[in-house]
């Protein structure tokens, strides 16, 4: 598994792939090899000029491919709910698009803004999504977390970080959020008899323009992982056959062991209620009776 490289993706014609925040980074990597192996891949981004300027990027260098840009702002529901209208079919969602260790903020909707972004941006995509997902014969959904989510706490009673807020600590807590739903989602899928997939992924320490690493940056930058490599534990979860629903793997598609927090199931669910509370999207396929 560790010599696994995206040359050995298979042929992926017929596939129809979305990729959350592909402008930029692990997310742009993500969409060139999934098109250059053939998917038809949308770039969803918020920024339609660096969202077209990618398409452009992509088709240069996988001459041919099937990829085009939608607008999609995961940290206002509306967008949210405007870019899945638009989609008819969907066989892989890689929820890549993340924001972090940023001043305090809020989404549109007024949910602290790495919370709302990360978690429940995804979380209502995911579930607007769900019923062309599984019109696929074999749907898979690839969220990216982060070996950070080891730091994250969920108060349930201080959602909005009013006590006390932390760059890293609601990082934390955004990429806790997407462990906890990767895994419950699978449950969900597994107990309604679905084919369905769910896998987190942890790219490592990448060399995005995700963090400002500041005057070091330049330096720091030849420790840490291209962009390229970043990519590889999503695009190993999203087309090898040996993935299974609910791993969680990481750098070199090395399979991973998360907290205790993230696969605590009671907490799960409690996520689970709380954010169809607050996005307003249900999974009615696979609501539990």
Same mark, same amino acid.
């Given at each position: 598994?560790?010599?696994?490289?995206?040359?050995?993706?298979?042929?992926l014609?017929?596939?129809?792939?979305?990729?959350?925040?592909?402008?930029?980074?692990i997310?742009?990597?993500?969409?060139?090899?999934?098109?250059r192996?053939?998917?038809?891949?949308?770039?969803?981004?918020?920024d339609p000029?660096?969202?077209?300027?990618?398409?452009?990027?992509?088709?240069?260098v996988?001459?041919?491919?099937?990829? #085009?840009?939608?607008e999609?702002? $995961?940290?206002? /529901?509306?967008?949210? &709910?405007?870019? *899945?209208?638009?989609?008819? +079919? @969907?066989?892989?969602?890689?929820?890549?698009?993340?924001?972090?260790?940023?001043?305090?903020?809020?989404?549109?909707?007024?949910?602290?803004?790495?919370?709302?972004?990360? #978690?429940?941006?995804?979380?209502? $995509?995911?579930? /607007?999504?769900?019923? &062309?997902?599984? *019109?696929?014969?074999?749907? +898979? @959904?690839?969220?990216?977390?982060?070996?950070?989510?080891?730091?994250?706490?969920?108060?349930?009673?201080?959602?909005?970080?009013?006590?006390?807020?932390?760059?890293?600590?609601?990082?934390?807590?955004s990429? $806790?959020?997407? /462990?906890?739903?990767?895994?419950?989602?699978?449950?969900?899928?597994? +107990?309604?008899?679905?084919?369905?997939?769910?896998?987190?992924?942890?790219?490592?320490?990448?060399?995005?323009?995700?963090?400002?690493?500041?005057p070091?940056?330049?330096?720091?930058?030849?420790f840490?992982?291209?962009?390229?490599?970043?990519?590889?534990?999503?695009?190993?979860?999203?087309?090898?056959?040996?993935?299974?629903?609910?791993?969680?793997?990481?750098?070199?598609?090395?399979?991973?062991?998360?907290?205790?927090?993230?696969?605590?199931?009671?907490?799960?669910?409690?996520?689970?209620?709380?954010?169809?509370?607050?996005?307003?999207?249900?999974?009615?396929?696979?609501?539990?009776?």
């Open positions: 598994m560790s010599a696994w490289t995206p040359s050995d993706l298979p042929d014609t017929g596939t129809t792939a979305i990729v959350t925040g592909a402008n930029s980074g997310g742009l990597a993500t969409a060139l090899e999934l098109a192996h053939g998917a038809r891949v949308t770039v969803a981004s918020r000029s660096r969202g077209r300027s990618a398409v452009g990027d992509i088709q240069r996988a001459r041919g491919a099937d990829v #085009h840009y939608a999609l702002d $995961l940290a206002d /529901l509306s967008s949210v &709910r405007a870019f *899945a209208a638009t989609v008819d +079919r @969907v066989d892989l969602l890689i929820n890549n698009a993340g924001i972090g260790m940023i001043p305090r903020g809020q989404t549109r909707d007024g949910f602290e803004l790495q919370f709302g972004t990360n #978690h429940l941006g995804h979380f209502a $995509l995911t579930g /607007l999504l769900l019923p &062309r997902l599984l *019109a696929s014969s074999s749907p +898979r @959904v690839i969220t990216v977390s982060s070996d950070a989510h080891k730091v994250g706490k969920l108060d349930f009673d201080d959602l909005g970080l009013e006590r006390g807020y932390g760059k890293m600590s609601s990082y934390g807590r990429k $806790l959020a997407n /462990l906890l739903f990767t895994l419950e989602l699978q449950r969900r899928a597994a +107990r309604a008899g679905s084919s369905l997939v769910s896998v987190a992924t942890h790219p490592g320490a990448t060399a995005t323009n995700f963090f400002t690493l500041g070091l940056q330049p330096l720091l930058r030849l840490l992982h291209s962009p390229e490599d970043g990519a590889l534990p999503s695009l190993y979860a999203a087309a090898s056959p040996d993935v299974r629903g609910g791993e969680y793997l990481g750098p070199k598609a090395k399979r991973l062991t998360p907290s205790r927090t993230a696969t605590d199931e009671a907490l799960a669910r409690r996520l689970w209620e709380v954010s169809t509370e607050l996005t307003g999207v249900r999974f009615q396929e696979f609501a539990y009776n």
